[in-house]
C-alpha cells in the first residue's frame, strides 16, 4: 500500500514510521512523462515489497509541503524523486531515469545491511 502525503503531520508519522522499517518516499510530478514511467516502477515495487513503508507526494499539487521536506532533510528537490528514511533519517536519494525497480531493491538492501 502507498498512502498519501499531504500535510506536515503526515511527513511527521513517515519520518517516525522509519524509525522502525525502511520508509520510500516517491516526489511525483503528474504532468511529467518521466515521472509517470518512475510511478510505475515506484508502485511496482511497492506491491512486491512487504518489509518497507510507501508514500507519496504530488509535487504540484502540494508544492509548499515538497519543498519543506527538501529543506527539512537538506536533500535539493526535484521530481520525479524518491528518498528512502530509515531510523528517522533520509539515507538514499535518487531521481528521473535513475528511478527503477533494481535501484529500490538495492537502496533497501544496503539499507537493511546497516541494520
Not at 20 to 38: E, G, I, T
Not at 58 to 72: G, N
Request: proline share 4%; hydrophobic share 40%.
Amino acid at each position: 500500500m502507498i498512502d498519501s502525503l499531504k500535510t506536515n503531520d503526515d511527513f511527521k508519522k513517515l519520518v517516525e514510521d522509519s524509525t522502525n522499517k525502511p520508509v520510500f518516499l516517491f516526489k511525483h510530478s503528474s504532468a511529467c512523462p518521466v515521472s509517470a514511467r518512475a510511478w510505475r516502477a515506484f508502485s511496482g515495487f511497492a506491491e512486491s515489497e512487504a518489509n518497507a513503508g510507501f508514500w507519496r507526494v504530488l509535487v504540484i499539487e502540494d508544492r509548499p509541503l515538497s519543498m519543506q521536506i527538501a529543506d527539512d532533510t537538506g536533500i535539493h528537490h526535484q521530481s520525479p524523486q524518491v528518498i528512502l528514511f530509515y531510523k528517522g533519517e533520509p539515507l538514499w536519494n535518487e531521481s528521473h531515469w535513475s528511478i527503477s525497480e533494481k535501484s529500490l531493491s538495492a537502496a533497501l538492501s544496503s539499507v537493511k545491511e546497516k541494520g
